[in-house]
């Protein structure tokens, strides 16, 4: 008997390697398509790819300056329905008040248990 597993195209926007190959095995075992920010403008993929059923973002700044709080900040005015997942080095302290209910949740790459519950709480409920 064939069984078939829901798929849903994520947006990976990381800019360490090691925690990138991390999300992209997490990414193949959970059957999510990662779709990775290589254009240097995460707004460009939501543009292109309106399919797309969640975000993982890193707190700390990318190339271009940005963080991830702040990229969530915009995403979460631009596609409100879109959960949200930030990649912290450490989950103390937690974050300011001002970003209150913008990420569905936070995790770290010692607890990878703690992504698969969100996503399976947020992406595949």
């Known amino acids: 008997m064939e069984t078939n597993n829901?798929?849903?195209k994520v947006l990976v926007h990381e800019t360490c390697g090691e925690s990138e190959g991390l999300l992209k095995a997490f990414c193949q075992a959970e059957h999510l398509i990662g779709l990775k920010d290589s254009s240097k403008n995460v707004m460009d993929i939501l543009n292109v790819h309106t399919d797309i059923g969640a975000a993982f973002l890193y707190?700390?700044?990318?190339?271009?300056?940005?963080s991830g709080l702040e990229i969530g900040l915009k995403l979460r005015t631009m596609r409100p329905e879109l959960p949200l997942f930030l990649r912290r080095e450490s989950l103390e302290p937690p974050l300011p008040?001002?970003?209150?209910?913008?990420?569905?949740?936070?995790?770290t790459t010692a607890d990878m248990d703690n992504l698969k519950n969100l996503v399976e709480n947020y992406l595949f409920s």
């Open 59 to 66: 707190e700390g700044k990318d190339k271009n300056g940005d």
């Open 6 to 8: 829901i798929v849903s």
């Open 97 to 107: 008040p001002e970003y209150d209910g913008i990420f569905a949740g936070c995790y």
